[in-house]
């Protein structure tokens, strides 16, 4: 917690939703983007950078 001292959060991030539907499976070492909304029945890949909305469910490799 030092190293965070005198740091004002919320100058330096902004935090917004990630909506995940129900029976979803993200895989290890997936990254998904702020403001992101993936449907149910969906699977993302290990790995998967996920940087728009998923709104078929399905299986998604690679960068979306």
């Known amino acids: 917690e030092a190293h965070l001292q005198g740091l004002n959060m919320q100058s330096h991030f902004s935090w917004l939703k990630v909506l995940i539907s129900e029976n979803c499976f993200i895989g290890s070492n ?3 983007i702020n403001n992101i909304k993936i449907t149910s029945e969906t699977i993302i ?3 998967t ?3 728009r909305d998923i ?4 299986v998604y490799e690679g960068v979306q």
Request: charged share 10%.
């Open 49 to 51: 950078v996920v940087i």
């Open 55 to 58: 709104i078929e469910n399905g």
């Open 30 to 32: 997936s990254v998904i």
């Open 45 to 47: 890949g290990a790995g």
